[in-house]
């Protein structure tokens, strides 16, 4: 499975963006997917994740009620709407395929890089 992931880019504090993560070589739909983001200098750290089917999410306390995360298993696409952005919400972003645990996935997206200007 191949994750390319993109959408980042330079959005104000307060702005929106919506990033995009399209998969091939196989179909996702019997994956569970999510979003992880590195800030420079620090750790990586988990977004967002989404179960099979799309039903249930889990968010972390920083991203929770401006994130959603959903996927389209028909286009094999995974996204993440991002609202309220703020300056610390800067990183890369990375998607990931095939969940095996909290932080464990099969498959990386190569990262798209999101910039938010205060």
């Known amino acids: 499975v191949q994750l390319q992931a993109s959408g980042g880019g330079l959005v104000r504090a307060g702005g929106s963006l919506r990033l995009s993560c399209a998969a091939s070589?196989?179909?996702?739909?019997?994956?569970?997917m999510g979003w992880f983001r590195q800030a420079p200098g620090k750790e990586r750290e988990f977004v967002t994740n989404i179960n099979l089917s799309g039903m249930r999410t889990t968010y972390s306390d920083s991203v929770k009620g401006r994130f959603t995360i959903s996927r389209d298993n028909a286009k094999n696409t995974l996204y993440l709407q991002m609202n309220s952005l703020k300056s610390e919400d800067t990183a890369v972003y990375y998607c990931?395929?095939?969940?095996?645990?909290?932080?464990?996935?099969?498959?990386w997206g190569q990262g798209t890089l999101v910039t938010v200007s205060s």
């Open positions: 990931a395929a095939d969940r095996r645990g909290p932080d464990t996935y099969v498959y």
């Open positions: 070589g196989r179909t996702v739909s019997s994956f569970g």
